[in-house]
């Protein structure tokens, strides 16, 4: 947005309201009475917006996501059975060919920043149903225009920078939101929760694989796969990169104070659900206390 918008706004905002500055005055929202954005216009063109009220418990059964770790390459997914739900995050649409997704997940910015060319392949799949944050649907409109976006679009937005609300801390989360019976905290981590009800925000974790796991929570699958779940071996390119193109990660420092306790805490939540989650990678930091560890082999034979 343009530098004299954003001083205006810094000058009549105040600072918890800082991770706006690139939407006002451009994007305007409607929430219903859940908390959740069922109406958003850019620039005076309003979005088509598939809500998240109308995706609740909408699903059932198995649903595999599949994440990015090098482990995927070792993955034959010829052998998936069609009842089976596919979801992806971020370059996992270069599996689109064997997979043929229905869910998507991307709400890294950088992403969307640096990967046009698979963007556009992506949002151009009239049968997709893609979850981001208003700022995704933003550079998305700015980068193809708006009739170029064939997918459905879902507004996902992080409980602690919600559109034109103030933000929160992380040491904040449990002081503000520990009356909401729909965010769930750690016992053992005072910042780690998870939001059961995602229209009224999403817990982040560091990784998109927490915030689609509060989605499919909230979607309704009694089964999980998790193929991609490597949390290791960050040194090394993602399974579409190579040497040449990859890109930074920053999820090494995260994984042991941030990740694991919320995939723990997940975990817990899925097992008194009864909802099963196993994890595809056999070579995974996740240890197996959290998320079962299986081979893909093993499980589809």
């Not at 700022?135 to 996902?156: A, D, H, P, Q, W």
């Not at 449990?174 to 053992?188: C, Y």
């Amino acid at each position: 947005m343009g530098t004299l918008t954003k001083q205006l706004y810094r000058y009549t905002h105040k600072r918890n309201m800082r991770h706006n500055e690139n939407l006002w005055p451009f994007v305007k929202i409607k929430r219903n009475e859940q908390g959740e954005i069922t109406a958003l216009s850019y620039k005076g063109q309003p979005v088509a917006l598939t809500s998240l009220s109308s995706l609740k418990e909408k699903y059932s059964g198995e649903i595999l996501l599949a994440a990015t770790g090098p482990s995927i390459k070792k993955i034959d997914f010829s052998a998936l059975p069609p009842s089976v739900t596919r979801a992806g995050v971020n370059g996992a649409w270069h599996l689109h060919g064997a997979l043929n997704f229905s869910l998507y997940f991307v709400v890294d910015m950088t992403f969307i920043d640096r990967q046009t060319a698979l963007l556009k392949r992506i949002i151009s799949n009239e049968k997709l149903i893609f979850f981001t944050t208003v700022m995704g649907v933003v550079k998305l409109i700015n980068r193809f225009s708006y009739e170029n976006i064939r997918c459905r679009l879902v507004i996902i937005e992080d409980i602690c920078y919600e559109t034109y609300k103030p933000s929160l801390q992380r040491h904040e989360l449990r002081q503000v939101l520990k009356d909401n019976p729909q965010i769930v905290f750690s016992k053992t981590d005072p910042n780690t929760a998870f939001s059961l009800d995602v229209r009224r925000g999403v817990v982040d974790a560091g990784t998109v694989v927490y915030w689609a796991l509060q989605v499919l929570y909230f979607l309704g699958f009694s089964k999980i796969y998790i193929a991609g779940l490597d949390m290791t071996h960050f040194s090394q390119p993602r399974f579409y990169e190579n040497s040449a193109t990859m890109l930074p990660s920053f999820l090494e420092d995260k994984v042991q104070d941030i990740v694991l306790p919320a995939l723990t805490l997940a975990s817990e939540l899925f097992s008194s659900a009864q909802i099963e989650v196993v994890n595809l990678s056999t070579e995974s930091a996740i240890p197996s206390t959290v998320f079962t560890r299986k081979d893909f082999t093993d499980v589809f034979k």
